[in-house]
């Protein structure tokens, strides 16, 4: 029988973040909700995901509950397997050890390039201004597959954006490579709280794959101010789980700081 | 190398040392003598912090960072300061709310919506190296060598507003980042243990506590703990800085707070929501003068702004031990 489910628009974010991850694989762990998202993959689904946080964290098993905010505290690198700083970190990264980055975005475009910098104004004299790169720009430059996590609001799906913080295909195929980033590397995914792209083959441009069960194309395409290429079959994505959402709200953030945000409903 | 190599760069204004500069400040005036440098932190900052320093910190705000010394350098309130915001959350408002600080490099900008607001407003400039192609410019500064090449923010809008380069790598012809050295004229380091002459030791990851230590003029050690030298010799795997490249050690315990020192106390999270919710000047003010100018030092800020009950609290709430020593 149907049932329906509730949820934060976040909650889904992280829940369809997390079965993205593949188990026997290294991942890049960026600072903020990525953090959450590899704690709920590593507890449900993937015990064999080795984690990498930048500040060389190698290999960390979380503590629960997450402390708001931090990374690099006794919580965060529980049971690391190594502990290192930044430049080696980096250097796992560099040499094409890590087979996903997952970071968190302010602005992403077409091609999947991330702004976190600045919105609006110039750089000089910004509208807004925020926290920039961070390592995001080595996880974007050096991963294999770069999973962007951000939230599904028009003024951040945008044609251009306002800074390139960390690369995604730049102005198109082949530009990477003619920029000198490392060969074969680039976004993978971008995981919305409605929906998930990729990026085409040819053209690299951003590409809808599937959409969270009772949400349709329109609703996820008139969110975003570019329009993205669809796939030829759009897939339908499950809402959290029970379990997702246990894990959630009672281990990761019982105090709901990171997964609050606006409430869903889906068919279990 | 001729400058048609040059692809790209940013032209920006950058911090260098010319490596030779670098080593004759070594040469002359860096002790090798294993002499006591116990200083009080007031006497350390006034000593070896000056204005238009440039200075660099680890670990983070959260995590083992030098909160004591950022707080002393405010409270002698210095100016024109440079810094180097890796992995910052909460020094880069403290330093440019308090008027400490008018050059960043990003790295992490800092944490809440005042920094934001003052890089909007003009009272801050920043220079975008991201936290790679800091930790980058100090190792380049630690190997005495006047630049590192990478493959990372290339392609990116960071290469416009720093003074990284792209050029062509004369060994595979393709294109290649180069970031220029980094020698700040300070580090702080704030550390588990260490002794009198400066030998100090971390638990647990860091930025580029090394690197730093080498790559700076100045290195102001504070230790939650002072031990014997012999410790060191016991366990030299153990040792993260060796002395002769330490200026001052300052023994101060809860120097890490309002952050956690991992394995000996927690992180205050309600002392870091009032600083995570400093919008406004005013707020500001507030938070600085009751925190850093209404207090002496270091001590009389624990003993009355914290408190030895709180202090406990934190001490108790340590429960993760495995993998500190």
């Known amino acids: 029988m149907a049932r329906t489910i509730e949820f934060t628009d976040t909650e889904f974010m992280i829940a369809q973040g997390a079965r993205l991850i593949e188990d026997g694989k290294t991942i890049f762990v960026g600072w903020g909700i990525p953090q959450v998202v590899a704690m709920l993959a590593q507890k449900l689904y993937v015990p064999n995901v080795t984690q990498l946080f930048e500040f060389g964290a190698i290999g960390p098993q979380s503590v629960l509950p997450f402390v708001r905010g931090t990374m690099g505290g006794p919580q965060n690198t529980y049971r690391s397997l190594q502990w290192l700083n930044m430049n080696w970190a980096f250097s796992y990264s560099a040499t094409g050890y890590m087979d996903y980055g997952m970071l968190g975005a302010l602005q992403v475009d077409p091609y999947g390039n991330i702004n976190s910098t600045h919105l609006g104004g110039t750089f000089a004299s910004p509208a807004r201004r925020f926290a920039g790169s961070g390592g995001g720009n080595q996880v974007a430059s050096h991963c294999w597959k770069t999973i962007i996590v951000i939230k599904h609001e028009g003024r951040r799906f945008v044609p251009k954006v306002d800074f390139i913080t960390s690369p995604g295909y730049l102005d198109g195929p082949g530009a990477r490579e003619k920029a000198g980033l490392p060969r074969g590397t680039g976004p993978h995914r971008v995981v919305t709280s409605k929906a998930l792209f990729g990026f085409d083959e040819e053209s690299r441009k951003m590409t809808l794959l599937s959409v969270l069960r009772g949400v349709s194309v329109e609703e996820v395409v008139k969110d975003m101010a570019f329009r993205p290429l669809l796939a030829p079959e759009i897939g339908e994505i499950p809402p959290p789980t029970d379990d997702e959402l246990r894990v959630l709200r009672e281990e990761i953030d019982p105090d709901r700081f990171i997964i609050r945000g606006e409430k869903m409903a889906a068919i279990a | ?325």
Not at chain 2, 187 to 196: E, K
């Open chain 2, 1 to 325: 190398m001729t400058t048609d190599r040059i692809r790209t760069e940013g032209g920006v204004e950058y911090r260098f040392v010319h490596p030779d500069d670098f080593r004759e400040h070594v040469r002359d005036r860096k002790g090798r003598s294993p002499v006591p440098k116990l200083f009080t932190a007031k006497e350390a900052v006034a000593a070896f912090v000056s204005d238009g320093d440039y200075i660099v910190y680890d670990f983070s705000s959260l995590t083992r960072g030098p909160q004591s010394l950022i707080r002393e350098v405010i409270r002698q309130r210095k100016k024109e300061l440079w810094i180097g915001a890796e992995f910052t959350l909460h020094e880069s408002p403290l330093l440019v709310g308090a008027g400490c600080a008018t050059r960043i490099d990003v790295g992490f900008l800092g944490y809440g919506n005042y920094i934001g607001q003052a890089v909007c407003d003009g009272r801050v400039k920043t220079y975008e190296w991201t936290n790679g192609g800091l930790a980058l410019r100090i190792l380049a500064g630690a190997r005495g060598v006047p630049f590192l090449p990478t493959r990372d923010m290339l392609g990116s809008d960071n290469m416009k507003v720093s003074a990284a380069k792209s050029i062509t790598d004369p060994y595979t012809g393709d294109p290649v980042c180069l970031v220029p050295a980094l020698n700040p004229d300070v580090a702080f380091l704030h550390v588990h243990q260490a002794d009198v002459l400066g030998n100090a030791r971390i638990f647990g990851t860091n930025l580029f506590a090394l690197e730093a230590a080498l790559a700076s003029f100045r290195v102001i050690v504070s230790a939650e703990e002072i031990v014997e030298t012999d410790e060191f010799r016991k366990d030299p795997m153990r040792t993260t800085v060796p002395y002769f490249l330490v200026d001052a050690v300052v023994h101060a315990p809860f120097g890490a707070y309002p952050g956690a020192m991992p394995a000996r106390y927690e992180i205050d999270l309600d002392h870091v929501d009032r600083l995570n919710a400093i919008r406004t000047d005013e707020q500001m003010g507030k938070y600085l003068e009751e925190n850093i100018y209404s207090v002496a030092d270091h001590d009389e800020f624990l003993d009355r702004r914290v408190g030895a009950k709180r202090m406990r609290e934190l001490r108790r709430r340590a429960t993760i031990i495995e993998g500190y020593r």
